[in-house]
């Protein structure tokens, strides 16, 4: 509903690629660029808790690259049985994988375009 009350129209156009740290690069890369980023959010909800610690180790914990390293492999990457689990796994009302390999966050963009979607093979 808007704030006159309105139903407010929607558009189903697929799911959603959501990663929080495809790789140690990128993870370090991310959480520096949020380094001045506040505790709390735009409309006033408290930043999450991984967001604000993972900015705080990456910027202000004092880490050199390989003890940052170290963290991002024990405690933010899945570990290969991890993986192996969850793959393993399908979701409650499809019976689509629930983890599915994204070797490029490009390739996936690519291939659904602007508008839509289309199933992507691995290595596309």
Do not use: C
């Not at 509903?1 to 959603?16: A, C, P, Q, Y």
């Not at 990128?26 to 520096?32: A, D």
């Not at 492999?73 to 599915?100: K, T």
């Amino acid at each position: 509903m808007d704030l006159n009350g309105r139903r407010l129209s929607e558009n189903t156009v697929g799911d959603v690629l959501h990663y929080y740290a495809p790789s140690f690069e990128e993870f370090v890369h991310k959480y520096r660029n949020f380094k001045n980023h506040p505790d709390k959010q735009l409309h006033g909800n408290p930043l999450g808790l991984p967001k604000r610690l993972w900015r705080d180790i990456v910027n202000t914990s004092g880490w050199d690259e390989g003890q940052l390293r170290d963290y991002y492999d024990n405690w933010v990457a899945f570990s290969d049985d991890e993986i192996d689990r969850m793959s393993a796994r399908r979701g409650l009302l499809r019976r689509q994988p629930i983890v599915v390999e994204v070797p490029s966050a490009r390739e996936v963009i690519r291939a659904v375009g602007p508008r839509g979607s289309t199933d992507v093979a691995p290595g596309e």
